[in-house]
């Protein structure tokens, strides 16, 4: 079934309420955090751009990440009638193709605002939107790969806002220093957005989503995702050191071995336990991204 026809046509207007969940604030979080770290990781006067970094965040969170969200529930519709029935389109809050309508809105909301930002930032936005819908919709669908999926959404949630957030400030292309943290803490963010498909567990067999909770087990994925996560940490600490930043290597290294003593909880039941990890390893390791970024600043 093509994921541009609905899978149970209603009539009627959204819920309000609903259309709020549809956008899912409570993931916009990461992507705007690290467009935060790339604004200050480039060095540039902060206070003096305060409402390009307010409109930059704006546009990380609340448009690009509320429209991935908005169309990966369109696209993830019949999944969701499994996983998560009372979702807003598969439970009929957000009728006919409201789902679809919202998504193709916010993505030309954000290519709009995308804009006003240039070259780079408008540039980077593309690659957001396009990301979004490749990550979805059929026939691409990249989520279906457990290496593919979460590596485009961790370099959407995190790489590439923060490359867009020190492009915006320095109004050119970021340091190559920048560009490798940022691209090391994308890397890490793999093993987040594996942990994050362990919800997902079941709806996943049933629709040929191979996620790697899927095709490697719980245990051995969660390991797997310890491992991505940890790697590039690891990295970006010796470049601190390399680049004289040995205190901020120090904190990165601290928050480090605390997500090691974390991960030893989550391991004993992964599948359990991955929604603790994400609330308290998830917060060690973005902590861990400003700390670099501060570091990154003191370079400038």
């Not at 990781?41 to 307010?54: E, F, N």
């Not at 819908?133 to 457990?146: D, H, M, T």
């Not at 492009?167 to 803490?185: D, S």
Request: net charge positive; proline share 8%; hydrophobic share 55%.
């Amino acid at each position: 079934m093509s994921s541009l026809s609905p899978a149970a046509p209603r009539r009627g207007l959204p819920e309000p309420t609903a259309l709020l969940q549809l956008i899912k604030p409570v993931t916009w979080f990461p992507p705007m955090w690290a467009f935060l770290c790339g604004a200050v990781s480039s060095g540039a006067d902060m206070a003096a751009a305060w409402t390009l970094v307010l409109l930059g965040v704006l546009l990380a969170g609340p448009i690009t990440c509320g429209m991935s969200q908005a169309a990966n529930d369109w696209c993830d519709r019949h999944v969701d009638a499994i996983n998560e029935p009372d979702r807003p389109i598969p439970s009929g809050r957000v009728p006919g193709r409201w789902g679809l309508w919202v998504a193709l809105a916010m993505s030309a909301l954000a290519l709009l605002v995308g804009w006003q930002f240039g070259p780079w930032g408008f540039g980077a936005t593309v690659l957001a939107v396009l990301g979004a819908w490749a990550y979805s919709v059929e026939p691409i669908r990249l989520k279906r790969s457990g290496v593919w999926g979460p590596g485009l959404v961790a370099l959407c949630y995190e790489g590439l806002p923060w490359f867009t957030g020190a492009a915006v400030l320095v109004a050119g292309a970021p340091r190559w220093e920048i560009v490798a943290l940022a691209a090391l803490y994308a890397l890490g963010a793999h093993g987040i957005m594996t942990l994050n498909d362990f919800k997902a567990l079941e709806g996943d067999r049933a629709t040929g989503v191979n996620s790697l909770p899927v095709t490697l087990g719980p245990a051995r994925a969660a390991r797997v995702a310890c491992w991505v996560m940890l790697l590039p940490q690891v990295a970006v600490t010796f470049l601190l050191l390399l680049w004289d930043a040995p205190f901020h290597a120090a904190g990165v290294a601290a928050l480090t071995l605390a997500q090691i003593a974390a991960m030893r909880v989550l391991l004993r039941d992964p599948k359990a336990r991955a929604p603790w990890y994400n609330g308290t390893g998830v917060l060690l390791y973005i902590s861990g991204m400003m700390v670099a970024a501060f570091a990154l600043r003191g370079l400038a």
